[in-house]
C-alpha cells in the first residue's frame, strides 16, 4: 500500500507527469492570475453590475491570463473582517468606503466631513483631483493600493421607523446606526444623536429589531438593501458625501506583469466612470420608487443641523485631526468650512 501524494507521483513518473499536460479548452483553462475582489453590495447594485462588466473586459483583453471572481454583499464577511483579509492577502481586492477605511488611514475619511461638498461636480473635482491623490497617497502607507476613480456611494439621507427628521430637535438622543468609522461616531455625537457603531451586513436586522430605530445612506444603498422594509420615513439631509475606493493588497497587484496591470486598473476605473452615472440617473428616480415602496419623504432644514455641528466645534475638531494640509485640500474645492 502506498499514498499517493504530489511529490510521490512525480519521484515515481520520474517527472513524466510535468511533460505530458492536461489538453483542456481554451474557456476551461484555469487562468494564471486569479483574485478575489470583495465588497458590501448586493449584485443590483450598479457598482456590481459595471464590475461585472469589467471583469469580463479584464478577462478578454488579457487573453484570459487574469480572472476575478467577484464576492458580493459581504459574502466573506464584515467590512472589518474584509479589510483584514485584504491585508492578509486572503482577499486581493476590495471595495470600500473611506469613511469605514479610516479605522486603518484616518486621513481617508475627510470626504465626509458633514455638509463639506455642495453638489457631486464639486466631488469628482475632489476625488479625481488633488484630495484624491493625498488620500491614496496615505492609503498607500498601509500597504494597500488605491485604484485612481473612487465608485459613488452617494449622498447620504437618514430614515427612521420613528419620526421624519425636520431639525436638529428630532435628531437629539436618535438611535442611529451609524457605520463603523470615528468621523461617523463623532458627527452623530455632535448633533446629540445616539449613535452605534454596526456593519453594513448587520443594519438591516439591527433596525428590523430595535437595536437601532434610524440609519443613514444614500438612496440607491437604502434601495437595494431594502431598508424600506423595516424603515418608515426618509429626511434628505445630503448630510455627507461617501464613495468606495478599490483597494488592492500592494504585494498581489504589484505581482501582475505590466500588460495585466494595466488592463485591471484601467477597466475598473472605467467601471467605476460609468458607476457614478447610473447612480445619478438612479437619484433622479428612485425617490418615486422608494415611495411607492412605502418611504415618507421631507426636505428637513440642513442649514440648522450644520449650525449645530459648528457650534458643537464639529469641524474645528476635525481640522485639528487630518491636518493643514489635507484640510487645505477639502477646502480648495469645497471651500471654506469654518
Ligand atoms: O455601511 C454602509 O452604510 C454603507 C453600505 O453605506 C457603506 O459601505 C459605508
Keep these: 500500500m502506498f499514498s499517493i501524494n504530489r511529490r510521490g507521483f512525480l519521484a515515481?513518473?520520474?517527472?513524466?507527469?510535468?511533460?505530458?499536460?492536461?489538453i483542456m479548452s481554451g474557456k476551461a483553462r484555469a487562468a494564471e492570475f486569479n483574485f478575489k475582489f470583495a465588497n458590501n453590495l448586493p449584485l443590483e447594485h450598479p457598482l456590481n453590475v459595471r464590475l461585472a462588466q469589467a471583469v469580463e473586459r479584464i478577462r478578454n483583453e488579457t487573453g484570459g491570463r487574469m480572472e476575478i471572481a467577484v464576492f458580493p454583499n459581504n459574502q466573506l464577511g464584515s467590512d472589518t473582517d474584509t479589510l483584514n483579509q485584504l491585508r492578509s492577502g486572503a482577499v486581493e481586492m476590495f471595495t470600500l468606503s473611506?469613511?469605514?477605511?479610516?479605522?486603518?488611514?484616518?486621513?481617508?475619511?475627510?470626504n465626509g466631513v458633514g455638509f463639506a461638498f455642495n453638489d457631486i461636480d464639486t466631488v469628482w473635482k475632489a476625488m479625481d483631483g488633488g484630495l484624491g491623490a493625498y488620500v491614496r497617497g496615505e492609503i498607500a502607507k498601509s500597504r494597500l493600493y488605491a485604484l485612481e476613480n473612487i465608485f459613488n456611494n452617494g449622498f447620504r439621507q437618514i430614515t427612521?421607523?420613528?419620526?421624519?427628521?425636520?431639525g436638529p430637535a428630532e435628531l437629539k438622543g436618535l438611535k442611529i446606526r451609524v457605520p463603523v468609522s470615528p468621523l461617523w461616531t463623532s458627527m452623530f455625537t455632535a448633533l446629540g444623536c445616539a449613535p452605534t457603531s454596526i456593519n453594513w451586513n448587520e443594519t438591516y436586522t439591527a433596525l428590523q429589531t430595535g437595536v437601532a430605530d434610524a440609519q443613514e445612506n444614500p438612496l440607491p444603498t437604502i434601495n437595494v438593501g431594502k431598508l424600506y422594509e423595516v424603515q418608515k420615513?426618509?429626511?434628505?439631509?445630503?448630510?455627507?458625501?461617501?464613495?468606495?475606493?478599490?483597494?488592492?493588497?500592494?504585494?498581489?497587484?504589484?505581482?501582475?506583469?505590466?500588460?495585466v496591470?494595466?488592463?485591471?486598473?484601467?477597466?475598473?476605473?472605467?467601471?467605476?466612470?460609468?458607476e457614478r452615472a447610473d447612480i445619478a440617473e438612479l437619484n433622479k428616480t428612485l425617490k418615486?420608487?422608494?415611495?411607492?415602496?412605502?418611504?415618507?419623504?421631507?426636505?428637513?432644514?440642513?442649514?440648522?443641523?450644520?449650525?449645530?455641528l459648528r457650534t458643537a466645534g464639529f469641524y474645528e475638531e476635525w481640522r485639528k485631526t487630518y491636518g493643514d494640509e489635507a484640510w487645505g485640500l477639502l477646502e480648495e474645492s469645497a471651500g471654506k468650512l469654518i
Excluded at 160 to 166: E, F, K, L, V, W
Design 233 to 259: 420615513y426618509c429626511s434628505m439631509t445630503n448630510h455627507m458625501w461617501d464613495g468606495f475606493w478599490t483597494l488592492a493588497n500592494q504585494r498581489a497587484i504589484d505581482a501582475l506583469p505590466d500588460d
Design 261 to 274: 496591470r494595466a488592463s485591471l486598473e484601467k477597466n475598473i476605473n472605467q467601471a467605476a466612470i460609468e
Design 288 to 308: 418615486v420608487d422608494l415611495e411607492a415602496k412605502g418611504l415618507v419623504f421631507n426636505d428637513p432644514d440642513t442649514a440648522a443641523i450644520r449650525e449645530t
Design 98 to 110: 473611506g469613511i469605514i477605511l479610516s479605522t486603518l488611514v484616518p486621513a481617508a475619511s475627510i
Design 160 to 166: 427612521t421607523s420613528t419620526t421624519p427628521i425636520n
Design 12 to 22: 515515481a513518473t520520474g517527472g513524466v507527469a510535468l511533460a505530458t499536460p492536461f
